[in-house]
């Protein structure tokens, strides 16, 4: 229950939350839970920026109070109205009656939309400054990283940005720092939390960024508002750059479903084609992986293969549950490709076709269909597809 320093007078005071396996309803399986980062300023003006989930107001209370009389408190900033950081600014403003809300317009909008109650707002723009005593607050707005309210606080003088949503990771952990866990740990965690939450907003996040560094914001640590706090804050700087541009790796992605095994085999004798190429081959049965894990899987992999029976002239219902996921999250620079076995009609390949389309993935070539199950005639085809798959993923812009 600790509260942890990050700098003089600015503390972590936010709830671990080590039970939690979905976010945001069941878009986001969180396999490691995750954090609501709190921070709490010590000045003249005593400041707290962002609460946690309402469940765990009173976690986040026992630290503040470890510091200081939560009557104390002079301002909170509200960087976005989502109730998993906003949750529990009814309980610390019922306790800290003097203290004045600072948000940006559209926040206060949502605040009152959530929360019906007229706090004592003050409203603050990009650019604005906030004396604190010692030290200045400074804003800016990040609309659509990944609400219209969004916005990050910085630190002038510590040089920490309090970059709430972005940047973060759903990781729960006793540590608090990036670098007192393995970087692949942590830069896991953030490639599944970017892939699956801020790919759609991706373009937003690399201008934002930029827009720091217009406003003389030198980014010496980055506290967002889930998971660990980067010390070493360039490292996730250049990811982000990365996976906007949609740069990947020589990999291929195949999720696919089956209904008697013909399709599986299929897969099995693509990925054989694909490693024979030398590229990175990892498959996974869709009705039996987490789809947000895959997701995660294709934002470092530079082609995806689906693959499917027919049921019905369509897909098998597994494959639209994933595409309809990926297909919001606007995927760049993937090349696809489909398979799949049928009875009579076909239909599968088609359609996974359209989907990929829709989503802007280059087809490689028309997708690749057996009747009932693959002969070995057609399973060498499938390797050779597998092959020539790999061959265009090598031609690819490599990063
Ligand atoms: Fe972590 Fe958009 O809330």
Same mark, same amino acid.
């Given at each position: 229950m600790n509260p942890v320093k990050?700098? *003089?007078? $600015?503390?972590?005071?936010g709830a671990v939350d080590w039970d939690t396996r979905f976010f945001h309803g069941h878009t986001f399986s969180t396999h490691h839970g995750t954090t609501y980062n709190a921070y709490l300023i010590i000045d003249e003006k005593v400041t707290l920026v962002d609460t946690v989930f309402p469940p765990f107001a009173e976690e986040m209370l026992e630290r503040i109070k470890q510091i200081i009389d939560p009557q104390k408190i002079d301002y909170v900033v509200a960087n976005h109205v989502e109730m998993d950081h906003s949750g529990s600014l009814p309980k610390i403003l019922s306790l800290a009656p003097k203290a004045k809300l600072i948000c940006n317009v559209r926040c206060k909008e949502g605040l009152l939309k959530h929360y019906f109650t007229n706090w004592d707002f003050q409203l603050v723009k990009t650019g604005d400054k906030l004396s604190l005593g010692k030290r200045t607050l400074s804003f800016l707005e990040t609309p659509m990283l990944h609400w219209p309210d969004s916005m990050w606080t910085y630190l002038i003088e510590d040089e $920490?940005?309090?970059?709430? =949503?972005?940047? &973060?990771?759903h990781y729960a952990s006793?540590?608090?720092?990036? =670098? *007192? $866990? *393995?970087e692949c740990t942590i830069m896991h965690a953030a490639a599944k939390y970017y892939a699956n939450i801020l790919m759609l907003f991706g373009s937003i996040a690399v201008k934002k960024i930029g827009e720091t560094q217009k406003l003389g914001w030198k980014i010496r640590m980055a506290a967002p508002a889930h998971g660990l706090i980067w010390k070493n804050p360039q490292s996730i700087i250049d990811a982000y750059f990365h996976w906007e541009k949609g740069e990947a790796k020589d990999r291929v992605v195949i999720a696919f479903d089956s209904m008697y095994g013909a399709t599986e085999k299929m897969a099995l004798a693509i990925a054989e084609g694909i490693k024979k190429e030398k590229v990175e081959v990892d498959i996974y049965k869709l009705p039996i992986s987490d789809k947000h894990d895959v997701i995660a899987e294709v934002l470092e992999a530079k082609g995806l293969l689906v693959g499917s029976s027919t049921v019905n002239n369509d897909y098998l219902p597994d494959i639209p549950a994933f595409l309809v996921n990926l297909r919001g999250l606007k995927p760049k620079n993937k090349i696809g490709g489909a398979f799949g076995s049928f009875g009579?009609?076909? &239909?599968a390949v088609k359609n996974i076709e359209n989907m990929l389309q829709e989503m802007k993935i280059e087809i490689f070539e028309p997708g690749i269909s057996v009747k009932y199950v693959p002969t070995e005639e057609e399973l060498n085809k499938c390797f050779e597809f597998g092959r020539r798959f790999a061959q265009r993923i090598k031609g690819a812009g490599s990063t």
């Open positions: 990050l700098a *003089e007078g $600015i503390y972590w005071v $920490i940005l309090l970059c709430n =949503d972005a940047l &973060g990771q006793s540590e608090r720092f990036d =670098d *007192e $866990i *393995e009579w009609s076909g &239909g």
